[in-house]
């Protein structure tokens, strides 16, 4: 499958960031971080909606999200071990994939091979942005999102959290997220005189090992009546979402 890049641009906050905000130091822990970036794609299957108009709505609801997120939206200053809160932007691209998502997922070998190709490198500049988003729309009107995040100022925690303030204001409205992230960490654990380290990426040649987990209809609806407790006692007070039940389900196999 060829992946087109139709368009790219500078997503700034909705907000300006306050000038005592502007300068933000990483903590010590952060500034032994490796400079990659944490990528992760979600798919969505074709449902007669307008592609194009969602991917307006992303735009306007990552601006808002970023105001929230400040230091997401500006770039790392790797001499200083800073974040300069510039406002200059996450980077959104527009993508066009020729064929159909559901052949993508059939085959796991396709999907390792294409995965790369719908979000950023994993490798980008010093003075890239924190921040690069790739809406991939497929020929069917299925969409697979992909959401690139510098380690350097997020962690797995971190961008989890702004993913899900994210979804919550795309979906629903910037002022329904309640989500007040604060960055001082840096502050607690101010970053220090350190000697260089060359080893601080990974070098090519490592080989990475995936495992795929997949949950067809049937299955989901059976883990959702379990998680109901069927018609009689109630285990949860709400419908769960697929998504719920699956991370159930691998936390309980993890525990």
Aim: charged share 20%; with cysteine; proline share 6%.
């Amino acid at each position: 499958m060829e992946v087109q890049i139709l368009s790219r641009k500078l997503i700034a906050p909705s907000s300006p960031t306050p000038p005592h905000l502007q300068n933000l130091k990483v903590s010590c822990f952060d500034q032994l971080a490796p400079s990659i970036y944490l990528p992760c794609i979600f798919y969505y299957p074709a449902d007669g909606e307008n592609n194009e108009k969602r991917s307006k709505e992303m735009e306007k609801s990552l601006a808002e999200t970023l105001s929230l997120f400040y230091p997401l939206g500006g770039r790392y200053i790797k001499d200083e071990f800073s974040v300069e809160c510039n406002d200059m932007g996450a980077e959104f691209l527009e993508a066009k994939v020729g064929g159909f998502l559901s052949q993508l997922l059939e085959r796991e070998e396709r999907e390792s091979e294409m995965a790369s190709h719908l979000v950023a490198p994993l490798f980008q500049a010093e003075n890239s942005p924190l921040v690069i988003v790739q809406f991939n729309m497929f020929a069917c009107g299925g969409l697979a999102i992909g959401i690139s995040i510098a380690h350097r100022i997020a962690d797995a925690f971190t961008i989890g959290t702004f993913i899900n303030a994210w979804a919550t204001a795309c979906r629903i409205g910037s002022e329904k997220v309640h989500c007040r992230p604060s960055f001082q960490l840096g502050s607690l654990f101010p970053p220090k005189e350190m000697p260089s380290s060359s080893a601080t990426a990974p070098g090519t040649d490592i080989k990475i090992i995936r495992r795929r987990f997949v949950f067809d209809g049937h299955t989901l609806s059976k883990l959702k009546a379990i998680a109901r407790g069927g018609d009689s006692e109630q285990l949860v007070k709400h419908h769960p979402s697929r998504v719920e039940v699956v991370t159930a389900l691998i936390w309980m196999a993890l525990s």
